[in-house]
C-alpha cells in the first residue's frame, strides 16, 4: 500500500493507492468532484485504486463522500500461436511459441497446453512430424487463468507433412550365408533415405542390385521395389562362383550403397 497526499481547494486529505507496486500507474477517482493532484513519483505500473480519506480544514465540511471501489483485474483476451501454417519433410522438428495479450493492452507469455491430431508434441512445444504424409493441426489452450480467472482463450495452427525427396540408399540386412549356386541364407534389404539420412517411407523405389567386387555371376531377381516402409526386400539372390564378394545397390538419382564383404564357399 501506498500513501499519497492530495490537496484541492479548501480542504486536503489522504489518498491511498491499492492493488499496485511501486512505479508509475493509473488512478481511478471515485470523488465525483474536485481537483487531485497525485504524487506520483517512484510509483510502478498497474490498476490503482484512490481512496478518500476525511475531509480536512475549513473547506471539507460536508463530509467526504465517495465510497471506495475495487480494482480493476488484468485477464487475458487472446493467444496467437506461430508459426500458423508451415510444411514439413517426414520426422521434421518445429518449435512453436505463443504470446498472450492481456485485458489492459500489454503482453505476456501464458501457461498453455499443446493438442495435436498427428505426430507429437512436448510440453514446451516442440513439433515432431510423423513418418507419413499428413495434414495436421496443433491447438494451444490456456492452461490456467489470470488472476483466478477462468481459461478464456485458444488458437491453432496447420502442419502440412511431405515426403522428403529421397536421396540415398543404406543397407538394413547385409548379403550372408552364401554357398556356390547356392541362395544367400541371409537376403539382402535395402532402405530409401532422405539427405539427413532419415528412413522414408516411400514405395515404389526400383533398386538394383550387382556384383560389386569378386569374380563371378549374380541371378535371381535383381531389381525390386520398396514397399510401404521404404525398404527393397531382395529374395532368391545367389551367386555362381566362390570367394570374398561385394554388392552395389544402386537406384537412379540417389546415391547407391555397398554391401560388406562376404564368403561365397564352394
Request: charged fraction near 10%; charge should be positive.
Amino acid at each position: 500500500m501506498n500513501a499519497i497526499r492530495s490537496s484541492r481547494a479548501g480542504g486536503s486529505f489522504l489518498g491511498r493507492i491499492l492493488g499496485g507496486s511501486a512505479g508509475s500507474g493509473r488512478l481511478r477517482r471515485l470523488a465525483a468532484a474536485g481537483s487531485l493532484l497525485p504524487l506520483l513519483a517512484g510509483c510502478g505500473s498497474g490498476f490503482f485504486t484512490e481512496v478518500r480519506g476525511a475531509g480536512g480544514g475549513g473547506g471539507g465540511g460536508g463530509g467526504g463522500g465517495g465510497g471506495g471501489g475495487g480494482g480493476g483485474s488484468t485477464t487475458l483476451i487472446q493467444l496467437v500461436l506461430s508459426p500458423k501454417t508451415i510444411v514439413v519433410g517426414y520426422r521434421a522438428t518445429v518449435q512453436f511459441g505463443v504470446s498472450g495479450t492481456l485485458s489492459d493492452g500489454s503482453s505476456t507469455v501464458p501457461s498453455v497446453t499443446y493438442r495435436v491430431t498427428g505426430g507429437l508434441m512436448s510440453p514446451s512445444g516442440l513439433f515432431t512430424a510423423g513418418a507419413v504424409a499428413a495434414v495436421d493441426t496443433v491447438t494451444v489452450t490456456q492452461l490456467g487463468g489470470l488472476s483466478g480467472t477462468p481459461a478464456c482463450c485458444a488458437d491453432t495452427a496447420v502442419v502440412t507433412v511431405t515426403a522428403n525427396p529421397p536421396a540415398l540408399l543404406a543397407m538394413v540386412s547385409q548379403p550372408s550365408g552364401a554357398a556356390d549356386a547356392k541362395t544367400f541364407t541371409q537376403q539382402p534389404v535395402v532402405m530409401v533415405e532422405d539427405a539427413l539420412q532419415r528412413q522414408l517411407l516411400q514405395s515404389g523405389v526400383a533398386v538394383s542390385v550387382a556384383i560389386a567386387s569378386g569374380t563371378g555371376t549374380l541371378t535371381g531377381t535383381t531389381t525390386v521395389s520398396t514397399d510401404g516402409n521404404g525398404r527393397a526386400v531382395f529374395t532368391g539372390l545367389a551367386i555362381t562362383g566362390t570367394g570374398t564378394f561385394t554388392l552395389t545397390f544402386t537406384s537412379p538419382g540417389l546415391t547407391p550403397v555397398t554391401s560388406a564383404s562376404f564368403d561365397v564357399t564352394p
